[in-house]
């Protein structure tokens, strides 16, 4: 077990529609206004907000004894909610600061970067566009991938953070579009490896495919990367449920020199789901899944409809 600390919990969370309550005419938001059938209200609003803090707050904190130190998210509107989520009640304490651009996703929902300035800097962060053309030869919209380079423990990773093409018309008629964008983050892998070889890398995000999608393969397979997450996943464990069965959307892959045992630096020491009780239904037939905010249009308070996972890595 390593000393507490030198270990540092790395983290992805698909927030699972963190809207504000206003109208924001450049996207498809209408769902998520006080005026809407889902009523979302500014008091539904802020009760998503401490319940998603205290839910980052509390990810490794057993093992590391400290909230993580960095923090993907999927499905945030805009700055105006990460700033309102790193102030909020349980992340208030911690120097937190984000990154986060916006995409041309039609439901303006992006990616994002959370992260403790006391241990990370940021050198350097931008975003690519994953192109897709639909079957009517147009553009089709979806989440930029993140890259975001900084120092950490005094040692320089690369970090992506994911939010791939939905299944919503059905995972074979979509997948041509995850598979579009696993060559997309293959290419900035393929550039970063192309200025240092030994690269630390870290890909993580709401792939909306399993490990063993072709997506995740070719992935894995192009860039040399070890699917840290991919073990979690059971008939009886993932991420999310989908009509009773788990699956493993959120993932963690590493660059192999996180797992060199006899090498320097930062290394790979665990990898879990964060599924803790509390973030789960506690009763009727959808107990054990994740405590979600709505169901279709009926309120719920919960928390998400994904679980957040995560790794440690020690020095």
Known sequence: MSSISNLYTIAFYNTENLFD?????????????????????????????????????????????????????????NDSVLKDLINSEDLKLYNYKFIHYNSLDERGIDVALLYNEDEFTVEHSETFNIYIQDEQAEQDFTRDILLVTGYLNNEKIH???????????????????????????????ANLKEHNLDSKIIVMGDFNDNPTSNSMLQLKKENSLYNVTESLWSYSRGSVNHNFTWILFDQILLSQNFLNLKGPGLQFERANIFDEKFLTQHKGKFKGQPFRTYVGKKYKGGFSDHFPVYIQLKK
Do not use: C, M
Not at 32 to 48: D, G, I, V
Not at 162 to 184: F, I, M, V
């Open 159 to 189: 970090i992506l953070v994911n939010h791939w093409p939905s299944r919503h018309e059905g995972s074979d008629q979509t997948e041509y579009k995850r598979l579009l964008a696993s060559k997309k983050a293959s290419e900035i892998i």
């Open 21 to 77: 309550i206003y109208l924001d005419r450049r996207t498809n938001d209408n769902d998520f206004l006080p005026t809407s059938a889902k009523n979302w209200t500014k008091k539904r609003y802020e009760t998503k907000i401490y319940k998603l803090g205290s839910v980052i707050s509390k990810i490794g904190f057993e093992s590391a004894q400290k909230p993580p130190t960095i923090i993907g998210l999927a499905e945030v509107e």
